[in-house]
């Protein structure tokens, strides 16, 4: 793993840890509370707050997943370096656009 690569996957380890615990508190609260989706996704309509926890939340989960799976494929597979970052670099930009979608669906 190359030097930037060991500080994204960290950094984005500790952007998500605080991010993970939040969203569980939120989700537990939200269902003792008795909230159902529809009730929840009123409340985050037009947030812009809500907007930007998750979508720090897709953009870190997404580098740090790209970042694993091309650890993960540089070690478990005899592929050449490039056909190993196309696929994880592509991987990446899936999880942005996917993650982006459900952002913008739970505060539009």
Do not use: C, D
């Not at 509370?33 to 997404?62: H, P, Q």
Request: without cysteine.
């Amino acid at each position: 793993m190359s030097p930037a690569n060991f500080v994204l996957q960290r950094a984005t380890a500790l952007i998500m840890a605080p991010l993970v615990i939040a969203h569980l508190i939120l989700i537990i609260a939200a269902v003792q509370g008795g909230l159902t989706g529809e009730e929840i996704l009123a409340r985050t309509r037009g947030s812009l707050g809500w907007g930007v926890f998750y979508g720090l939340f897709v953009l870190a989960a997404a580098v740090h997943a790209g970042i694993g799976l091309q650890t993960i494929l540089r070690e478990w597979t005899n592929l050449a370096k490039q056909p190993v970052t196309i696929a994880s670099h592509g991987f990446m930009v899936l999880l942005i656009v996917l993650g982006g979608r459900a952002v913008y669906a739970v505060i539009a």
